[in-house]
């Protein structure tokens, strides 16, 4: 079974721009969650899909955004890119969202740099 | 507001020996805890869970211990081997709502061959 696979690995943008990074998860889960990974400050919550809508948020600003397509296939955007937001930007799914024996499984991240 | 606390940023223990990585958090809501493995370049790999209606969870040589009274949770490795050699994070949510999970911010293990 393929994992959760997130494209790109690697993103340099300069401050201002947008940009948009993808996440496939693992066949048959629906729940779909974003983190964010910065050093020392452990991984927070961005917000977690299921079935297309947006069940929870977490304390970002709205300039993070995301959405999730009828084959659970997912997008976070960014926009107006902040040095702040150079991180590691990881994808996660699950069958129910992070319930119990339902684990997050997440995918190898995507590096973003901000300029 | 750091509601999962990990206090010690890194743990080097010998090969073979007992790695014992402590875990403590503030909301009480919290009813479902796990680890998780990461390597760099990597994302986190689940470890182990234990619910709060346990106080205790083994999966081959890894154990959870929870302990609700004082809110600490602990991950016991033995033996321990250079492959264990990662960060481990410490994570919480609570099962009926929430959906998410909070994260402590690490703790290094170095395993000395």
């Known amino acids: 079974k393929a994992g959760v696979t997130q494209t790109p690995r690697y993103l340099i943008k300069t401050r201002g721009q947008q940009v948009t990074l993808s996440c496939s998860p693992i066949?048959?889960?629906?729940?779909v969650s974003w983190y964010q990974q910065t050093p020392g400050q452990g991984l927070q919550f961005l917000f977690e899909?299921?079935?297309?809508?947006?069940?929870n948020k977490g304390n970002f600003p709205g300039r993070f955004s995301g959405r999730q397509f009828s084959n659970s296939r997912s997008e976070m955007n960014v926009s107006t890119l902040e040095l702040g937001d150079s991180a590691l930007y990881l994808c996660?799914?699950?069958?129910?969202?992070?319930?119990?024996?339902?684990?997050?499984?997440f995918g190898n991240g995507t590096r973003l740099t901000v300029t | 507001d750091q509601q999962v606390k990990q206090n010690s940023p890194s743990l080097s223990v010998q090969e073979g020996r007992i790695s014992i990585l402590n875990c403590d958090y503030t909301?009480?809501?919290?009813?479902?805890f796990l680890w998780y493995k990461k390597y760099p370049a990597e994302g986190p790999t689940f470890l182990i869970s234990?619910?709060?209606?346990?106080d205790k969870n083994e999966d081959g040589r890894f154990t959870v211990f929870l302990n609700k009274s004082a809110k600490h949770l602990s991950l016991h490795i033995v033996p321990s081997q250079p492959g264990d050699s990662a960060v481990y994070f410490c994570?919480?949510?609570?099962?009926?709502?929430?959906?998410?999970?909070?994260f402590g911010t690490g703790t290094r293990l170095t395993i000395i061959p």
């Open positions: 994570a919480a949510t609570w099962i009926f709502g929430n959906e998410k999970l909070t």
């Open positions: 909301n009480s809501m919290f009813d479902y």
């Open positions: 899909y299921f079935s297309e809508t947006q069940r």
């Open positions: 234990i619910s709060s209606i346990k």
């Open positions: 066949s048959g889960h629906r729940s």
């Open positions: 996660a799914s699950s069958l129910e969202g992070a319930k119990l024996n339902s684990p997050l499984h």
